[in-house]
């Protein structure tokens, strides 16, 4: 498990459907080593904070497997890392294998896994596709949020090393499902409302539908 590339961005300014928008989707790979704080990277912002980042999404990371799938779906557009908004392009991590919860170390720094993106129309605005939503959660390649346990610096190269599984044994895949509803899981949707390493504002909405 390795992190091949680590990319930041500060919000900028483009034109989506004729309007001007600020985002901070634009990430691009950097040398040398960087700050991972609570709430983000040393010099990654985001544009809306309201949706973006906070404590529960402080860094994104997207598998650099996933990158061959896109190149085969989007021929035409040249793929580099941090393309999809990624701070952490990584190798070795999967949304299948992953559970919530799970918690991983690089150097001194400790993170834990969160909750999968659930990708926002700005992702349109990086690809220049309308349809690139859609399409990205089609795809179940969601890649993941980790929050920030211990503060600390991480550079290209450096290695994840898993540190504890979550007991409860839900994957950040399994999450994408109940949520697109390709589960009807009334089991898994209830350890899934009562999973603490998942951010509040899941376990409410899980809670609505289990209801249902």
Not at 83 to 103: C, P, Q, S, Y
Request: proline share 4%; charged share 25%.
């Amino acid at each position: 498990m390795k992190l091949i590339s680590v990319n930041i961005g500060l919000p900028r300014e483009a034109i989506w459907k004729g309007r001007p928008v600020r985002t901070g989707i634009f990430k691009e790979p950097i040398s040398g080593r960087v700050m991972v704080r609570s709430l983000n990277l040393d010099g990654d912002e985001q544009a809306d904070l309201t949706v973006h980042g906070g404590l529960g999404k402080a860094v994104y990371v997207y598998p650099f497997e996933h990158y061959d799938y896109w190149q085969s779906e989007l021929p035409d557009t040249e793929l580099t890392l941090g393309n999809f908004g990624e701070n952490f392009t990584t190798t070795g991590l999967r949304e299948e294998e992953l559970n919530i919860g799970d918690r991983f170390q690089i150097g001194n720094v400790k993170l834990m896994v969160t909750q999968p993106r659930m990708p926002c129309y700005k992702l349109g605005i990086r690809f220049g596709r309308s349809d690139m939503v859609k399409r990205f959660l089609a795809s179940r390649r969601t890649g993941f949020y980790f929050s920030v346990l211990q503060e600390g610096e991480v550079g290209t190269g450096d290695t994840l090393e898993l540190v504890s599984r979550d007991e409860n044994n839900i994957t950040v895949a399994d999450i994408t499902q109940l949520y697109i509803r390709e589960q009807d899981n009334l089991e898994l949707l209830h350890r899934a409302a009562q999973l603490e390493a998942l951010p509040a504002s899941w376990r409410d909405y899980f809670q609505q539908q289990s209801r249902h």
